[in-house]
């Protein structure tokens, strides 16, 4: 197409991450804009954590402990160790590199600065060109329900590293922020890409949003999610689990029923090529599985051309 194209993402933590690092990488500079997931934003040791959005920055500056898998590279623990003596909160860990992003966050925030003002200095700051759009700018938690109650998201996925069954999940209703509900409405938009983070936990805190699946349909560009499941299994985190819980199979059909009426095409890995005949949407079959940089900016060339051939065929 001529002129800029502008591309939007919705991403949360590691896998719409490494997407969205592609993204960026194979876009010109600014052409990307992603809406974060804030629903696992919470509050520890009096400091404002937001995960999905640090994991953004950290993964877009190149800062990420790939080792890991998440986090900061270069990470050292003597808060941590210090914490632990006088009895403080260990299950959250909060390295000494990546605490001083927490403790500026908080002190922009009470000079009256909002999360997207905070997080696009930080992103400047951290030399990242794309637009990093937390998803509000007002809290909008996700709950975890479980039989034996409802479990603050955080304590759900890290304190209890995901093991209590999941009868349903309840996400906050905050007004999506400005810069967000002005990015898909962009008339420069090109395409929306809905990364492969897991749908339930990560994407539908976003589209819960009042007016924003609203939004995404009224948009003219095209709308393609990435299947965060390989070989019918989630790649990371409990995904899988998550659907076997609520009773849905774990497919990529489930997928696409998920997305229905959001999304005009899906891309799945090419262990699930079978999949492809007979899902009710347009279908890209890709190496999905992105191990590498150079593997993160391919499936993103792919997932820009599978948009293109979309908008073409409009």
Known sequence: MSGPRKIVALSGGVGGAKLAFGLDRALPA?????IVNTGDDFTHLGLPISPDIDTLLYTLSGLNDTRR????????????ETLRELGGEDWFQLGDRDLALHVLRGAMLASGQDLTQVTAALAA???????VLPMSDAPSPTLVETP???LEFQRYFVEQRCAPVVTGLRHGAAAPSPAVLAALADPALAGIVICPSNPWLSIDPILALPGLSEALRASSAPVVAVSPLVGGQAVK???????????LPVTNASIAAHYAGLIDGLVIDRADAGDAGALPLPVAVEETL???????????GRVLGFLDTLREGA
Do not use: H, N, Q, Y
Not at 30 to 34: E, H, K, N, Q, W
Not at 125 to 131: D, L, S
């Open 237 to 247: 985190g409990p995904t899988a689990k998550i659907m076997a819980e609520l009773g």
């Open 69 to 80: 898998g998440w986090g900061r590279a270069g990470e050292s623990w003597a808060f941590m």
């Open 290 to 300: 992105m191990t590498d940089d150079a593997r993160k900016i391919a499936l993103a």
């Open 148 to 150: 034996d109650g409802a």
């Open 125 to 131: 700051r951290m030399g990242i060109a794309a637009k």
């Open 30 to 34: 600014g052409a990307l804009s992603v």
